[in-house]
């Protein structure tokens, strides 16, 4: 071969790591028999599946196949990555979704610029994602196919959602590596977030009960309103955390 396959950094970040001991499983079977069986796939000279078997390969001197995917653009080559992984037996539900959000939110970003070159209000075809900003929650259409490509029930699917939007680094790191199950996490978000909520509420009460001193003005109207603001949001988000009682 003389021209030896790319490593591309994106790409490469693209795919899950898998265990030190499903490697070493890999390079023993790889050494042992001193082939690979299965080829390193590349587009336009750039590895997009088999980056582990091309390492072990180089490393013990093991010759390797080679197939080209005629994909049509960076983009493609990305969604093929993203498609193909979510095929893997061995990767976590959260990995799982983690590939799926991602692959979505580049087929809404591709709906968008298609749009955009249409100049129009056509809708994308065949695409389940609406057009225009990503909004605050996806509909429940768009929730289900996501869930579905991830292989997991839509009510893990929102939950881990909403690990990753209000709950705190540590708690979101728990769940990735797989120290916590999502249901376990969302559970612990929905008490932190009821902490929060009683202390917003006792707050909010203090500022309504309190009563004006002579010649001064008792109750900040600015701290006031901010605190009416928080309650409601919160109230808010414990309605969504609490509305989805799908098993996690």
């Known amino acids: 071969m003389s021209i030896l396959p790319k490593i591309d950094p994106e ?8 265990m030190p001991d499903e490697r070493e499983q890999l390079e023993e079977n790889i050494i042992s028999s001193r082939k ?3 080829p390193i796939i590349l587009w336009e000279g ?7 078997r091309y390492e072990i390969c ?3 001197g093991i010759e390797f196949q080679i197939v080209e995917m005629p994909l049509g653009s960076r983009e493609e080559a990305i969604v093929w990555i993203l498609e193909n992984q979510l095929h893997r037996r061995n990767l976590t539900d959260v990995a799982r979704i983690e590939i799926a959000l991602l692959k979505a939110e580049m087929l809404r970003e591709k709906a968008q610029r298609n749009q955009s070159r249409a100049g129009g209000d056509k809708k994308s075809e065949g695409s389940l994602l609406p057009l225009g900003p ?3 929650i996806e509909s429940v259409h768009v929730q289900e196919a996501i869930a579905a490509e991830a292989g997991v029930s839509k009510g893990k699917l929102c939950n881990y959602m909403q690990i990753k939007e209000h709950g705190s ?3 979101l790191e728990q769940v990735q590596s797989g120290a916590l199950k999502v249901g376990t996490a969302h559970r612990l ?4 977030i009821l902490k929060q909520l009683s202390v917003a509420d006792k707050m909010l009460q203090f500022i309504k009960d309190a009563k004006p001193a002579e010649g001064y003005e008792a109750v ?3 701290i006031h309103g901010r605190l009416v603001n928080l309650a409601a949001m919160m109230s808010a988000l414990l309605d969504k955390l609490g509305g989805n009682h799908e098993a996690a």
């Open 134 to 136: 990503k909004p605050e």
């Open 220 to 222: 900040d109207r600015e």
């Open 46 to 52: 750039i590895i997009i599946d088999g980056h582990n």
């Open 189 to 192: 978000l929905t008490k932190e």
């Open 58 to 60: 180089m490393e013990h």
């Open 11 to 18: 790409f490469r970040g693209l795919i899950p790591a898998i």
């Open 169 to 171: 680094p540590e708690l």
């Open 36 to 38: 690979c069986y299965d």
